[in-house]
């Protein structure tokens, strides 16, 4: 049994489907069950834990041999650093005596130690705690998520406009949730001795003005970038809804990002383009306008 924590995530539900493609039992994590009906419908047993509860998670874990774990992405509204440094703490307790033989974890391109360096330090801290630990432990460390840009798609429809932190000719690399779930499933079903750092990312890396290229195919208007000074960072997490605290920690991020990105040479290579991803959600936009999902 493969248990998978943050189940119903982008991330997390790629892996589901990718671990039951290949006909493994799989049990699927959430917080609200009523989320995950979907994955319980394509065969997956689904368990509702509050991921601060080590003991309920642990017993969890006890139900299977192998794990995916995933930190959830605090609420923008708190310290996002506290916040996700609790539940690397809790992670890591609750797999203490669960009798697993291995794991497979969810980390990130730029993962540092640091404080307020948005998710960068929360998972290198989940990074340090295997290390310490006796459970054989792969690192996935991921790309910028594709679905990042989600939230922006109907406001792009609209004005025509992509905001970004980043300027237009700056390359980032990224990833789809599709082929990280692909590829986490493969760490999964690996023997357990087979570990290590691994960095994974599209087939290719994409300038921001490529993202609005992308977009513009999609949703059939003409889409420019608007970057944002970096003066104006904090401001506009703000305006977003972040936390005086979370609008600093990802503003350091961001300027991490911009500044300092250190890039693997050689990372594993999703098959999912940026154009591919973006015409699959709108397919998908179109099966829920329409009913049908």
Do not use: C
């Not at 119903?8 to 995950?36: I, Y």
Request: proline content about 5%; charged content about 25%; glycine content about 8%.
């Amino acid at each position: 049994m493969h248990i998978v924590l943050g189940a119903t995530g982008h991330v997390g539900s790629a892996v589901v489907r990718a671990l039951l493609s290949r006909n493994e039992p799989v049990t699927a994590v959430t917080r609200n069950a009523a989320h995950a009906q979907d994955l319980r419908m394509r065969g997956a047993e689904v368990a509702e834990v509050d991921i601060l509860d080590a003991e309920a998670l642990r017993a969890v874990f006890r139900r299977g041999r192998r794990a995916f774990l995933l930190n959830p992405p605090a609420d923008i509204a708190t310290d996002t650093d506290a916040v996700e440094r609790r539940s690397v703490s809790a992670i890591l307790a609750a797999l203490e005596g669960s009798g697993l033989e291995k794991v497979v974890a969810e980390s990130t391109y730029g993962a540092q130690p640091g404080h307020r360096n948005g998710d960068f330090g929360p998972l290198y801290a989940l990074e340090q705690g295997l290390a310490a630990q006796s459970i054989p432990a792969t690192i996935q460390r991921a790309a910028y998520y594709m679905s990042n840009w989600d939230a922006q798609l109907d406001g792009v429809r609209e004005s025509g406009k992509l905001q970004s932190f980043f300027p237009p000719d700056f390359a980032l690399p990224m990833v789809s949730p599709q082929d990280l779930g692909e590829t986490a499933a493969g760490f999964m079903t690996e023997p357990a001795d087979r570990n290590g750092v691994h960095y994974v990312e599209g087939p290719q890396r994409y300038r921001i003005a490529e993202v609005a290229e992308a977009i513009s195919s999609v949703v059939g208007r003409a889409v420019e970038v608007d970057a944002l000074p970096r003066s104006d960072w904090r401001r506009a997490y703000r305006e977003l809804g972040f936390s005086e605290a979370a609008a600093e920690s990802y503003e350091r991020m961001t300027a991490i990002t911009l500044d300092a990105a250190e890039l693997p040479d050689r990372p594993v290579r999703g098959r999912m383009t940026l154009q591919d991803y973006f015409r699959t959600q709108q397919s998908r936009d179109d099966a829920v306008s329409a009913g049908k999902v």
